[in-house]
């Protein structure tokens, strides 16, 4: 089992950037898929981006490619979102998760806010 500790989030401006991080415990961190969604008032959470164990494969759902960059450092247990060009529609609270294929499990962070005022 691994858990999550995300921050960084915040009240920015359009235009603005923010940088997330995923503190993950455990010494098994390299073996996790990790990924962010995100979740706005009233919305059904989201997929954001997600980047394999390996660290060599990422993805991003549409509304965030070429805006938002999604890396890890497995000597730290972290995974990091770097969120540029921010826009209104990006307010939402923003959940970290690890997935183990081998396991098929899927652990969730407790989140936290982005607010991007216009």
């Known amino acids: 089992q691994v858990q999550l500790v995300e921050s960084g989030g915040g009240l920015v401006q359009a235009g603005g950037s923010l940088r997330l991080s995923c503190a993950a415990s455990?010494?098994?961190?390299?073996?996790?898929?990790m990924g962010w969604s995100r979740q706005a008032p009233g919305k059904e959470r989201e997929f954001v981006a997600t980047?394999?164990?390996?660290?060599?494969?990422?993805a991003y759902a549409d509304s965030v490619k070429g805006r938002f960059t999604i890396s890890r450092d497995n000597a730290k247990n972290t995974v990091y979102l770097q969120m540029n060009s921010l826009k209104p529609e990006d307010t939402a609270i923003y959940y970290c998760?690890?997935?183990?294929?081998?396991?098929?499990?899927?652990?969730w962070g407790q989140g936290t806010q982005v607010t991007v005022s216009s």
């Open positions: 998760n690890a997935y183990l294929t081998s396991a098929s499990a899927r652990y």
């Open positions: 455990g010494r098994t961190f390299s073996m996790y898929d």
């Open positions: 980047i394999w164990w390996s660290g060599g494969s990422t």
